[in-house]
């Protein structure tokens, strides 16, 4: 397998705080990683880095080869990176099309036309979202607003997808649901890291899991050991 992401010594630091601490580990092509911590830990700070919301203060965030740290956004999106947000970000006055055809003009084929409104339509027919494609973003169930945020980040079209907590606040139904929607991605063979509380859907999804805690990395395996590692549970109690 190739490596796809390969993170060398990150760190983060906010004034006098370290968020991230020296982070390594790497991702192979198509790999499902799971990101777990408890809160504050660490995990959405290192989303941002690796996606370019913020400047890492030291260490190499490599995507495909490329040292990509402290690039911008736009840059990090055109080698192949699109993430999703905890709290959904789609546009709730623009139709569910116009929503996906925004970030696909700007992804990797620049696309334009009938093939940009084609490929928008691609992206919702992978999301499973079956609502009117002229209906506005919010005026959607909190599901396919879900739905319409990932088909937003497939719009660019990614070879590493972040998911943030994109399962959080489903119903029972609607997460069996979206662990199926990531599964039909993977495969596709898409690369995904995925930060996630839902401990049965990071068990479904995820083969391998990195584990942080205060900024540091504490774990990094297959997830049914690590999830045992008494380290693991620890930093999860407290304790
Ligand atoms: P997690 O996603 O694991 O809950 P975060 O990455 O959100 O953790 O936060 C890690 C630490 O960094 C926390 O102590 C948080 O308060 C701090 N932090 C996150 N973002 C910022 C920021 N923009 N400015 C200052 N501190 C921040």
Redesign the pocket.
Same mark, same amino acid.
């Given at each position: 397998m190739s490596t796809l992401l390969k993170l060398e010594n990150v760190t983060k630091t906010? +004034?006098g *705080?370290t968020?991230v601490n020296d982070m390594s580990f790497e991702i192979g092509q198509g790999e499902v990683v799971g990101l777990l +911590?408890?809160? +504050?830990? +660490?995990?959405?700070? *290192?989303l941002n880095l690796i996606s370019g919301a *913020?400047p890492a203060s030291a260490g190499a965030i490599r995507i495909g080869g490329s040292d990509l740290a402290g690039k911008r956004p736009d840059v990090i999106a055109a080698h192949g990176v699109a993430r999703t947000f905890q709290l959904v970000k789609v546009l709730p006055s623009l139709t569910i099309l116009e929503n996906v055809m925004v970030p696909a003009a700007f992804g990797r084929s620049r696309l334009w036309g009938a093939a940009l409104e084609d490929h928008a339509r691609d992206c919702l027919a992978k999301v499973g979202l079956t609502a009117e494609e002229t209906l506005h973003a919010g005026d959607l169930t909190y599901i396919d607003q879900k739905r319409l945020e990932l088909a937003r980040a497939l719009a660019a079209e990614p070879e590493l997808l972040l998911l943030d907590e994109w399962l959080a606040g489903l119903n029972p139904t609607e997460l069996r649901e979206g662990i199926a929607l990531i599964r039909s991605l993977e495969g596709h063979g898409m690369t995904i890291l995925l930060?996630e509380h839902i401990m049965d859907a990071i068990r479904a999804l995820c083969p391998r899991c990195v584990v942080?805690a205060a900024?540091t990395k504490i774990a990094d395996g297959p997830t049914a050991e690590v999830l045992v590692d008494p380290q693991v549970i620890a930093a999860y109690l407290g304790t």
């Open positions: 906010f +004034g *705080l968020a +911590g408890p809160n +504050g830990s +660490g995990k959405t700070t *290192l *913020l930060v942080m900024g």
